[in-house]
């Protein structure tokens, strides 16, 4: 028997964009939808939401997911991509990007080739780029994710993420120090979550490591978006990776103790507050000397 039934909308793409946009950042999301009645909702939640629509609208059916909640908080989603999956490069007006920073979310079949027109783009136009790849893209390992990582200023995953990323090591799974080195020979700063255990970065300078702290959780779904494009936002107004690490923790802390993944992204101000707030640990370490106890904790 369900108990509750929730309607809303979903996906990288508008979860990224809308999170931005609440914070205060001029936002654009390059998607594709279908000229049905769920894509009108989309088109009319970015307008709300104040986000330019620079994607494509076709004839057939957006992209649609059921997400089952269990007692325990698991989740069980069912995904009907729709059209998601078949923007073309020629769908995309590129006179009309004009930004500091792309956010790239997964993409697949078509899209993902689309995507590489993106990233494309932004290295020949001198704009930075994050990535937040999903569990069955990282499993095309790095060779195949080469033009989205190498050079890649923002390299966004979870564990296991990154260790179907970089693939097996001869004595198990990787640790998080591996993980951490064999991917900041690609991107310039990585962050690797880790579900409710510490998030650790590092931007080859020193590691990060975030400690969070307990918190009521309802619901995760968007979680690892929020988290992503709280620490991009962070980077951008501040240029501080620590602050981005709190920034982005604060908003995905927000999410998931709400029904849906848009629900209670945070503006600006209240992002700050909670930052201010709530004292989360972060260690600092020189990178290389993460066993020798030299570093820095900030409460």
Known sequence: MIKELHFSTGGGATNSAVAFSRLGLKTGSICLVGEDANGTTVLDE??????????KTKKGMTGYSVILIGLEKDRSILTYKGINNALKKSDI???????????ISSMMNTSFETAKEIVKY???????????PSQYL??????????????????????EEAEALVGSWEMGVWSIDHLLEKLKKYAKIVVITDGPRNVHASDGVRKYSLYPTKTKIVETTGAGDAFASGVLAGLQL??????????GYSES??????????????TLNEALKLIKKRKVRVDILPVGNEQKGNHASHT
């Not at 802390?253 to 945070?266: C, F, R, T, W």
């Open 138 to 159: 990282a499993e095309k390992g790095i060779k195949a994710l080469k033009e989205f990582i190498y050079g890649c200023d923002l390299l966004v995953l979870n564990k």
């Open 238 to 247: 501040k240029n501080n990776l620590e602050f981005a690490l709190r920034f």
């Open 253 to 266: 802390e927000s999410v998931i103790q709400h029904i849906g993944a848009k629900n209670k992204l945070l």
């Open 93 to 103: 007006d590129f006179k009309k990007l004009k930004t500091k920073w792309f956010y």
């Open 122 to 132: 932004a290295k020949k136009n001198n704009i930075k780029w994050a990535f937040n």
């Open 46 to 55: 970015l307008k709300k939401e104040e986000i330019t629509f620079l994607g």
